[in-house]
């Protein structure tokens, strides 16, 4: 049974969520999460409360809400190293840091809930079709533009930016089952037997090469396979 935890992968079902045309979901994916960075607080609270419920209708599982939960977590034990490391003791400084700390965390844990709502509820084949579909109508667009406008020389021949924007997207989540399939193999292997800063120092250098190695092993079998349909 595939692992439904994973982050941003996609989980076929019939929610409210699941129903809304790609197109509307695209159109809402950046500017909300451009907002979530520039909301003030009350609002941010507010947007929070929208988020979880929309997260309730898609169904979200708590592993996935876990899972969101500690990637944050360890980034902003990231962000505490470099921000608080050196510091001189005092007590404002520290507590205006770790508010602004803790904000830009709370930030960071709605964009990925953001991701989350879209790529659980919408497929890549889907995404794929949306952008071409937008793509197809914007071409159809300039060449009324220009047939208007008597212009009778032939449009240049233009990149498959739908093509290549939906490989883009499609392959964020694969970074996330890569990185949950390595994760699973070395906590097999005794990976949790040592909890303690440097074996997790040790984990990540062993891990992270081994992640980069596989999403280039994959991005090469993709461009063969891309080369071979065009074939």
Partial sequence: ?????????????????????????????LPCTAAVFALPVPALAGA??????????????????????????????????FRFVGLPWNAGIWLAYAAESGLYLWRLFLVMLTGTLFYETTGTLEIRHALADIQHR?????????????????????????????LTISFIP??????????????????????????????ISLLVPLLVSKLLALAADTERAIRSRSA
């Fill in 48 to 81: 929070s409360l929208v988020f979880l419920g929309l997260s309730w209708l898609a169904g979200i599982s708590l592993p996935v809400f876990m899972r969101n939960t500690r990637i944050v977590f360890m980034y902003g034990i990231l962000v505490g190293l």
């Fill in 1 to 29: 049974m595939k692992d439904t935890s994973n982050l941003f992968g996609y989980r076929p079902g019939n929610s409210p969520i699941h129903r809304i045309p790609v197109h509307l979901k695209l159109a809402f994916l």
């Fill in 138 to 166: 914007l071409a159809a667009f300039l060449v009324r533009t220009a047939g208007i406008a008597g212009i009778r020389k032939p449009m240049p021949e233009l990149p498959d930016v739908a093509f290549l924007l939906s």
């Fill in 174 to 203: 694969r970074i996330f089952e890569a990185w949950s399939v390595i994760e699973d193999s070395w906590n097999a292997r005794g990976g949790r037997t040592h909890r303690n800063p440097v074996a997790a120092v040790r984990r």
